[in-house]
């Protein structure tokens, strides 16, 4: 049987994992990544959300050798969010997912370590978010560093168009609420 000592680093999810459902952090959960610490054992956090969904709300509650797997595995960052390995979607093809996401009305989030980039309501939501996420308008994002893709309720022709293209990944999960979505990253992620 393993003993904690025999970990260098430690990484968590954060939905239902370092946060319940009701999304607060725990107390105890602070002290026990403070312990962690203490002993010498990196900590950090895996997870398909984006640095700019949890740099306000989680960044703090980590020390400053964290190191993050976010974005879907497209990006490995530090606790400061020095970039320390990415792999993004070309911005070629960038280009054409964002095109198509506004002509077919998509609910998108491209996810880049300075932003979230999404458009209407799902914008607005990003901005009102309790956990001070950033977000910015889709309309302004430059097409290259994009590491995921996050597609809710995807259309005919989004499907069609990623299954299709050689140079993306996508894995099709379900949200909480029962609806089907995609991260979509560069192949190989």
């Not at 950090?44 to 595995?73: D, K, L, Q, W």
Request: proline share 6%.
């Amino acid at each position: 049987m393993p003993y904690l000592s025999d970990f260098k680093a430690i990484l968590f999810d954060v939905d239902r994992t370092l946060i319940p459902p009701n999304r607060e952090i725990f107390p105890e959960v602070i002290e026990v990544l403070k312990k962690l610490h203490i002993k010498g054992i990196i900590t950090g956090i895996c997870t398909g959300r984006g640095y700019a969904s949890v740099v306000n709300e989680f960044m703090p509650i980590f020390s400053e050798n964290s190191v993050h797997i976010m974005a879907g595995g497209s990006l490995v960052i530090s606790n400061s969010g020095r970039v320390l390995w990415e792999k993004t979607i070309d911005p070629q093809t960038t280009e054409e997912l964002k095109e198509l996401v506004i002509q077919t009305e998509s609910v998108g989030i491209f996810m880049k370590p300075d932003a979230q980039y999404a458009f209407g309501d799902v914008l607005k939501g990003i901005q009102e978010h309790p956990w001070n996420q950033i977000g910015k308008d889709l309309n302004t994002m430059s097409s290259d560093g994009v590491g995921l893709l996050y597609i809710a309720k995807p259309s005919e022709q989004v499907t069609a168009f990623l299954d299709q293209h050689p140079k993306l990944s996508f894995k099709e999960m379900e949200s909480n609420q029962g609806y089907p979505y995609y991260d979509i990253t560069a192949k190989g992620v």
